[in-house]
C-alpha cells in the first residue's frame, strides 16, 4: 500500500515516544527505518518495529538512551550500550567515531550490551554523505555453519562500507554472511519451491535444495563457502571479541528471547579523507572509476552495470521524489499491531 512519508513518520515516532523514547531517539530509529524501507531493504525496514516493541515491553531493551563508555581516547573508543535500542545505540557511535575521525583523520567505536541493529549501510553512509569513509559491522545469534560443522555455528552477521563519490554521490556495500536469509527459506517452504543449491544443509550436514529441512535443524551456509565463513569470524573478532559483547552461541536472539538482553557486539569506523589530499580530487577519481566499471562490455541481456547501492539510491530518490512509499500490506498490518500494544 502507498503510504505518505510524512504519515508514516509521525506514527513510526509517536509509537516510539509512547514506548518510552525521548523524542531525539523515536526521530533517530524512525530515521534510520524509513530510509532502509525506502531503499528496498523490507526485511530491516519498518517490519521489524514491532519485534522491538515487544522487546521494550518485555524487559529486553531499555529506552532510556543513555550509554556508557568504557574505554575513550582521541581516536578510539569502546562503549556500552546497556541493553537500548541497537539502532539508537549504533547511531550515538557512529557519530560518536565520525568526531572522532574529524580530530585524528580515524575515529573506532566498538560497542558491547547492544542489540540488532537494523541496516548496516545506513550507518557507513551517515559517513559517506559527510565526506568520509565508513565501515560497520555487527555480529548475533548463530545461524550459519562453519565449515565443515553441520549445525549453527556463527552468525549471520552483517558488514557494511560506503565511500562519497561526486556525481554518483556514494558507494554502500551493506551484505550478511549466508546465500539467502532464513526468511526467505521459510517463505519458499510456504510457497513449495525448492531451494538453488548451497543455500542450506540438512540437520546431518547434507547438501539439500527442500526449504523444509532448515526447520528440522538444518542451517544456512555462508556465501561463498570458506570465504564467506572467514568474513563472518572477521565480523565476529572485531565487533565482539574487542568490545566484550557475546559471542557465538551466547548471543540471545532478540526476536526469540525478547525478554533478554542480547549482548550484541557492534564495530564502527570512520576516516576523514581530506587528511589525504583534495577531497573533490578524490572524488572524481571515484567518479572516474564507476565511468568505467558502467561502460565496460556488458554480458548478454544486460541492460546496465550498477555499482554498490546505486539500486537502492534510486529506489529511495524515488520515494522522495513521489513524497509516499510503498509498505508491505502485512508490514502496515505489524505496525498497527505495535501501536495497539502501547495503547497509541
Known amino acids: 500500500m502507498k503510504v505518505a512519508i510524512k504519515e508514516i513518520q509521525e506514527l513510526?515516532?509517536?509509537?516510539?515516544?509512547?514506548?518510552?523514547?525521548?523524542?531525539?531517539?523515536?526521530?533517530?530509529?524512525?530515521?534510520?527505518?524509513?530510509?532502509?524501507?525506502?531503499?528496498?531493504?523490507?526485511?530491516?525496514?519498518?517490519?521489524?518495529?514491532?519485534?522491538?516493541?515487544?522487546?521494550?515491553?518485555?524487559?529486553?531493551?531499555h529506552t532510556d538512551g543513555n550509554i556508557g563508555t568504557v574505554y575513550d581516547s582521541p581516536s578510539w573508543a569502546s562503549v556500552d550500550g546497556k541493553d537500548n535500542l541497537g539502532i539508537v545505540v549504533s547511531y550515538k557511535a557512529m557519530k560518536m567515531a565520525m568526531e572522532k575521525a574529524k580530530q585524528t583523520g580515524v575515529g573506532i567505536v566498538n560497542v558491547r550490551g547492544s542489540h540488532h541493529f537494523g541496516a548496516a549501510g545506513y550507518y557507513t553512509s551517515m559517513c559517506a554523505d559527510n565526506g568520509m569513509v565508513g565501515m560497520s559491522m555487527s555480529n548475533g545469534d548463530v545461524l550459519i555453519a562453519a565449515t565443515g560443522s553441520r549445525v549453527r555455528t556463527i552468525g549471520n552477521n552483517p558488514f557494511s562500507y560506503a565511500f562519497p563519490a561526486g556525481k554518483y554521490g556514494k558507494i554502500v556495500y551493506d551484505i550478511a554472511m549466508s546465500h539467502t536469509s532464513d526468511r526467505k527459506v521459510v517463505q519458499m517452504a510456504k510457497e513449495g519451491k525448492s531451494l538453488p543449491e548451497g543455500w542450506i544443509i540438512d540437520k546431518d550436514g547434507r547438501p539439500?535444495?527442500?526449504?523444509?529441512?532448515?526447520?528440522?535443524?538444518?542451517?544456512?551456509?555462508?556465501?561463498?563457502?570458506?570465504?564467506?565463513?572467514?568474513?563472518?569470524?572477521?565480523?565476529?573478532?572485531?565487533?565482539?571479541?574487542?568490545?566484550?559483547?557475546?559471542?557465538?552461541?551466547?548471543?540471545h536472539a532478540w526476536n526469540k528471547n525478547p525478554d533478554e538482553g542480547g549482548n550484541v557486539g557492534h564495530f564502527f569506523m570512520a576516516m576523514d579523507i581530506s587528511r589525504l589530499g583534495d577531497p573533490d580530487g578524490y572524488r572524481a577519481r571515484v567518479d572516474s572509476m564507476i565511468d568505467e566499471i558502467k561502460s565496460s562490455e556488458k554480458a548478454v541481456g544486460v541492460?546496465?552495470?550498477?555499482?554498490?547501492?546505486?539500486?537502492?539510491?534510486?529506489?529511495?530518490?524515488?520515494?522522495?521524489?513521489?513524497?509516499?512509499?510503498?509498505?508491505?500490506?502485512?508490514?502496515m498490518l505489524s505496525v498497527r499491531n505495535a501501536a495497539k500494544k502501547i495503547g497509541l
Not at 21 to 37: N, P, R, Y
Not at 217 to 233: N, S
Request: aromatic share 10%.
Open 12 to 61: 513510526s515516532e509517536n509509537i516510539f515516544k509512547k514506548a518510552g523514547l525521548c523524542e531525539s531517539d523515536a526521530k533517530i530509529i524512525t530515521d534510520v527505518l524509513l530510509e532502509t524501507e525506502m531503499r528496498g531493504v523490507f526485511t530491516h525496514g519498518f517490519l521489524r518495529l514491532e519485534w522491538y516493541i515487544d522487546c521494550i515491553l518485555s524487559g529486553g531493551i
Open 208 to 251: 539439500t535444495t527442500d526449504p523444509n529441512d532448515y526447520e528440522k535443524g538444518g542451517t544456512l551456509m555462508p556465501f561463498g563457502g570458506y570465504k564467506g565463513y572467514g568474513f563472518a569470524m572477521m565480523v565476529e573478532t572485531l565487533a565482539a571479541t574487542l568490545s566484550g559483547a557475546a559471542m557465538t552461541t551466547n548471543v
Open 303 to 331: 541492460d546496465t552495470i550498477y555499482y554498490p547501492g546505486e539500486i537502492e539510491m534510486g529506489k529511495m530518490q524515488k520515494c522522495l521524489d513521489q513524497g509516499w512509499v510503498e509498505i508491505a500490506d502485512d508490514t
